[in-house]
């Protein structure tokens, strides 16, 4: 068997030629130490960049604001303009529940209970109009057995005062309700 074989290198040290062109292969050298590589902590240094600068920005937010109160309390104070004044809260309104026959049953079957609805009454000498504005469903109960086109009823949550305009509303017009 020969020895030059394709299988052999010119640069490999086996191989039984002294001879050795100088451009076949680089001198060798040995490898310098270095440090052993950390990956998959480049997401670390990027997440903490990131809170540093929040936190940056969210301070300078707040001196600026600081700054922009102060500046206008000084700048109102040398025009001698008082600061406005808070109005006091406005009274609690007190809701009722409110059963009220719709005409439409179908309608009443849509609604859920905390659905905001608007109530509208149908005359039939005048044009519709609406006797409460964004009333709370409350409950829809159960629809009555034996009762045929005669509406459906639900319950709402509204002030005393609509309370009243409701049922003055059912007694003498059919009562109609749209989702708000």
């Known amino acids: ?9 010119p640069c490999s040290p086996s191989s039984p030629s002294p001879v050795r062109s100088p451009s076949a292969c680089p001198p060798s050298r040995p490898v310098p130490p270095f440090p052993p590589l950390r990956v998959g902590r480049a997401g670390g240094r990027l997440r903490r960049a990131v809170r540093r600068r929040r936190r940056a920005t969210a301070a300078g937010l707040a001196v600026v604001a600081a700054a922009l109160a102060v500046g206008g309390a000084q700048a109102r104070a040398s025009r001698g ?3 406005p004044v ?18 439409d049953a179908a309608t009443v079957r849509l609604l ?5 609805v608007d109530v509208v009454a149908a005359e039939r000498t005048g044009p519709p109009r609406v006797v409460a504005a964004g009333a709370r469903v409350a409950e829809v ?11 459906a009823l ?7 005062d ?14 109609a309700v749209t989702l708000c």
Do not use: N
Not at 86 to 103: D, H, Q, T
Not at 112 to 116: A, E, N, Q, V
Not at 154 to 160: A, D, Q
């Open 1 to 9: 068997m020969s020895r030059t074989s394709s299988s052999c290198s």
């Open 81 to 83: 303009t008082a600061p």
């Open 86 to 103: 808070a109005k006091p809260p406005a009274a609690v309104v007190r809701l009722v529940s409110a059963p009220v026959r719709i005409a």
């Open 112 to 116: 859920r209970p905390g659905d905001l």
């Open 141 to 151: 109960p159960e629809p009555e057995k034996g009762i045929g086109d005669g509406g």
């Open 154 to 160: 639900v319950v709402l949550s509204v002030p005393r």
């Open 162 to 175: 609509t309370a009243r305009a409701l049922v003055g509303a059912g007694t003498v017009a059919r009562l």
